[in-house]
C-alpha cells in the first residue's frame, strides 16, 4: 500500500484540469502508470486513487453480495461515479464535471494525500471542514486509536 502525504493547494483550469504536483507525483508507485480512478467521497470532496490501489479496492468492494441488501447498496454508491482518469505530458488530469459538481471544485483547489489516496477538495469546503475540527482532537483520537486497537488493528 502506498504512503502518500501532504496537502497541496492547485488550480484548476477552467476545462476542469489539475496539474499534480511535482512533489506528490514523486511519490506515486511506477505501478499507478500515470492513471489514477477518481470517485465521489464521503464528504464534499472527491477521492484519486492511483490505478495500482484502485485495483486492491475494486476487489475488496467485489467480494460483497450482490443477495445481501446492505452490500448492494453499499457498492452501488461507492462505485456511482468512479471513472478512469490519466496523466497527461504536461501532468494535468481532467476532472469529469460529476465531480467537480459532487464537491462544488471550481478554480482554487486542495489536494490532501494520505494512505493510499489523495482527496480533492474545493478550496472553500476544505477550510470549512478544517474550520469545523473537533473542539477536542484529543479525546477524539482517544477514542478512535483505542477502538482501533481492540479491534485487533493496533
Known amino acids: ?43 464534499k470532496c472527491c477521492i484519486l486513487y492511483p490505478s495500482n490501489e484502485w485495483t486492491a479496492i475494486a476487489e475488496e468492494i467485489n467480494k460483497l453480495s450482490d443477495y445481501i441488501s446492505k452490500e448492494r447498496q453499499f457498492k452501488r454508491y461507492f462505485l456511482r461515479g468512479a471513472s478512469k482518469v490519466e496523466m ?29 489516496k489523495i482527496e480533492l477538495w474545493s478550496k472553500k469546503n476544505y477550510d470549512k471542514m478544517l474550520k469545523d475540527e473537533p473542539e477536542d482532537f484529543s479525546a477524539l483520537a482517544e477514542e478512535v486509536m483505542v477502538n482501533k486497537e481492540r479491534r485487533g488493528n493496533g
Request: hydrophobic letters at 40%; a positive charge.
Open 1 to 43: 500500500m502506498a504512503q502518500l502525504h501532504g496537502e497541496y493547494e492547485c488550480t484548476m483550469d477552467a476545462k476542469g484540469r489539475l496539474i499534480i504536483p511535482a512533489a506528490l507525483k514523486k511519490q506515486l508507485a511506477k505501478a499507478a502508470k500515470n492513471s489514477f480512478f477518481i470517485n465521489r467521497g464521503f464528504e
Open 88 to 116: 497527461d505530458a504536461a501532468s494535468r488530469i481532467l476532472i469529469p464535471k460529476s465531480h467537480q459538481t459532487h464537491s462544488e471544485l471550481k478554480t482554487d483547489v486542495v489536494l490532501l494525500a494520505y494512505g493510499n
